[in-house]
């Protein structure tokens, strides 16, 4: 990456690491929690419930630091088409990542279920008890974890594309935490 390479901010791409960590996490904790019954269910929902609020809570603080720190540039000689799918896919990310913990405290909600933070501190429901509503969102819960799973692997392709094949500073713009001109 050349001293002049613009990056993301510091905030953005501490609160990206973060949050891809806390993302791959939570996909592995969905795919155990449907996969498995008894005390290992139970771990994993305890994990999974706060992990999902942290998520959405870290989601908007990256909108509000997106906003206030301009993202750099693509590279000028990036495809149309290609810059587009950035921002789409990126899009996406961003209403999935604010999505998925609200329609999974919905579904709760609607199940009856209290959401269980930690010992002694539940968050309020946010819709009225309703076991027809609570399958709807438990279906739609499902798939939008398929399509934030699907998202995920297209970001992570497309940042490997980035760094490994253009190698044209944008994977660099956001994995970058040395100096300006180092890693």
């Known amino acids: 990456m050349s001293p002049t390479m613009p990056r ?3 905030a953005a ?3 990206h690491w973060i949050m891809a960590v806390m993302i791959l996490a939570m996909l592995f904790i969905g795919i155990g929690m449907v996969s498995t019954v008894g ?3 139970s ?4 994990i999974h419930r706060p992990l999902g609020i942290a998520i959405l809570a870290f989601a908007i603080l990256r909108l ?3 906003f206030t720190n301009k993202p750099p540039p ?3 000689d990036l495809p149309m088409i290609q810059k587009l799918a950035a921002h789409g896919s990126h899009l996406a990310l961003y209403a999935l990542m604010i999505a998925m ?3 999974g405290w919905g579904m709760l909600s609607a199940g009856g279920y209290p959401i269980v933070m930690a010992s002694g501190f539940h968050l309020p429901p946010i819709l009225p008890h309703d076991l027809f509503l609570y399958g709807l969102l438990r279906q739609a819960h499902t798939w939008l974890a398929l399509a934030l799973f699907a998202v995920f692997l297209a970001h992570l392709a497309a940042a490997l594309m980035h760094g490994l094949i253009r190698q044209d500073g944008v994977f660099s713009s956001m994995a970058s ?3 300006r001109g180092g890693v």
């Open 74 to 76: 693509l590279p000028a």
């Open 13 to 15: 791409r501490v609160i």
């Open 177 to 179: 935490f040395g100096r």
């Open 43 to 46: 771990r994993l929902i305890a």
């Open 101 to 103: 913990p609200l329609v």
């Open 39 to 41: 005390e290992l269910y």
């Open 64 to 66: 509000v630091v997106r």
């Open 8 to 10: 993301f901010a510091l």
